[in-house]
């Protein structure tokens, strides 16, 4: 049964940092991309960032480019997402999301951990 | 970027409804269009995938249809179950794209 549990959401003031990290089972992780997708309270889905099974490659919505980064260690099954500089529009619950026999293609997703940022 | 059109925002509809939920890609996408459904203070789950093919688990009563730029989710009977929202996401190319969603309401 494939399984994908987020953790690290919290409380940040306006230009922190936070580190987001999904745990993965019931897949093998490295045969797969992997990505984040977020929703703001009573809106809709945003995707955020997706990367390769092996993590040579990524790709990231133009709202977070080079505020955030994605990356995974295969060797624990984890997948991570490094948000720095945030902002209010930020705040959502993040959602990791397992990629199927295309990348983009969002086919089991963990639970979401909810990113508020404020002051 | 590829915009993603879903139509209508929310419907009211009856148990045993059939249900039909229209999205449009602002260029063509060939088949990569998926459909999810998400209840209230929970995760998307994936229905369709490949604009028709159902994901394993989904029962029958969902269906896909579409190619290019034009997409149908359709629930042939719908049940309480079935209240929730609806998104339809791309998959063609980066950026990915969702569709605004669909809520599907009790009348």
């Known amino acids: 049964e494939v399984q994908l549990l987020e953790s690290g959401g919290g409380l940040v003031q306006p230009g922190g940092s936070l580190r987001l990290s999904c745990a993965a089972s019931g897949f093998t992780f490295s045969n797969h991309a992997m990505s984040w997708v977020r929703q703001a309270p009573g809106k809709g889905l945003e995707w955020v960032s997706t990367i390769s099974g092996s993590g040579g490659s990524t790709n990231y919505a133009d709202s977070v480019k080079g505020r955030f980064t994605i990356s995974r260690d295969n060797s624990k099954n984890t997948l991570f997402l490094q948000m720095n500089s945030l902002r209010a529009e930020d705040t959502a619950v993040y959602y990791c999301a397992k990629g199927g026999s295309s990348p983009g293609l969002l086919d089991y997703w963990g639970q979401g951990t909810l990113v508020t940022v404020s002051s | 970027d590829i915009q993603m059109t879903q139509s209508p925002s929310s419907l009211s509809a009856s148990v045993g409804d059939r249900v039909t939920i229209t999205c449009r890609a602002s260029q063509g996408i060939s088949n990569y269009l998926a459909w999810f459904q998400q209840k209230p203070g929970k995760a998307p789950k994936s229905l369709i995938y490949?604009?028709?093919s159902l994901q394993s688990g989904v029962p029958s009563k969902f269906s896909g249809s579409g190619s290019g730029t034009d997409f149908t989710l359709t629930i042939s009977s719908l049940q309480p179950e079935d209240f929730a929202t609806y998104y339809c996401?791309?998959?063609?190319?980066?950026?990915?794209?969702f569709g605004g969603g669909t809520k599907v309401e009790i009348k």
């Open positions: 996401q791309e998959y063609n190319s980066y950026p990915l794209t």
């Open positions: 490949g604009a028709s």
